[in-house]
Nanobody, 114 residues
Framework: QVQLVESGGGLVQPGGSLRLSCAAS????????MSWYRQASGKHRELVAR??????HYATSVKGRFTIIRDNAENTLYLQMDSLKPDDTAVYYC?????????WGQGTQVTVSS
């Protein structure tokens, strides 16, 4: 069973940057798909970014501002978030599908406010 631990969230002013990390309990080199989701208060969880063997995919709302990065040597998935906006405020989760199951971390809170 894969365990995922997110970190790096916090309070940041609009226009600022944060780098989220998702550390896996085992090698991620065999994972074909890894994703970041977020859930704002009172809203459904939504896909933010995904990295696959074929490339990357971003939600329209974050395209050009966020970058998803995988580091197989560190068994870690990152989300570099730049030019943050108040609408980016949410709990961010990493997710990995494996053997028919979805594995999620506990989430990390990102708050964008002046």
């Amino acid at each position: 069973q894969v365990q995922l631990v997110e970190s790096g969230g916090g309070l940041v002013q609009p226009g600022g940057s944060l780098r989220l990390s998702c550390a896996a309990s085992e090698s991620i080199s065999t994972f074909d798909v890894m994703s970041w989701y977020r859930q704002a208060s009172g809203k459904h969880r939504e896909l933010v970014a995904r990295i696959t063997t074929g490339g990357t995919h971003y939600a329209t709302s974050v395209k050009g501002r966020f970058t998803i990065i995988r580091d197989n040597a560190e068994n870690t998935l990152y989300l570099q978030m730049d030019s943050l906006k108040p609408d980016d405020t949410a709990v961010y989760y990493c997710q990995i599908p494996r053997a028919g199951l979805d594995y999620w971390g506990q989430g990390t809170q990102v708050t964008v406010s002046s």
